[in-house]
């Protein structure tokens, strides 16, 4: 009987920890809490991710898990890599509390306790959507039409590297 094989998946790990630099404030003295896996055989998806039961806990240690199909990142792209990851850490949410700082005289967030199981939960996506639904009834929703506007802030973003790319290579 062949079983399904995991190992730790180093090359996501160093992925992740610059994402969570860049983008994942939430996450930043938390990294040492999250597994991260390849896992070979078939299956239906990507990447997953998880928080970890009571037991997953025990055993591992982590309190988060992401796992990535082997033979789907084998067959990617480094931008496509950079994607799928960022995407699975947008899976993990953490609670905060507002406190008065006495001193500042303002208000700040806290992250809750990344040791404790309770701060941590679990997102789904802003868009679910079939693409049909869209091609039909365009952005119909709002959490649609924001996914618009960030794909369009995206891509204007790549539109200005392309230019600023142009640029240097005039210079030359
Ligand atoms: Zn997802």
Known sequence: MSGIGFEAAEDVRIIAEKIIDKHHP???DAKDLIGYYFRDGASDWAGK????????????GYMLFV???QDA?????????????DHEL??????????????????K???LDAEDPGSWGMREHDVEEF???????GLWETGIEKFAVAVRQAE???????YEREQLRAVK
Do not use: G, P
């Open 131 to 137: 693409s049909e639904i869209i091609q039909r009834h």
């Open 67 to 69: 796992f990535i199909n």
């Open 26 to 28: 939430h996450l930043q």
């Open 109 to 111: 967030d806290n992250w």
């Open 49 to 60: 991710a998880k928080k970890c039961t009571a037991f997953e806990r025990h055993v591992t």
């Open 90 to 107: 947008c899976h993990f949410s953490r609670k905060n509390e507002r406190i008065y700082d006495e001193e500042k005289k303002e208000w």
């Open 156 to 162: 204007h973003q790549m539109d200005l590297e392309d």
């Open 73 to 85: 990142w084998d067959s990617l792209k480094h931008d496509q890599r950079l994607a799928l990851v």
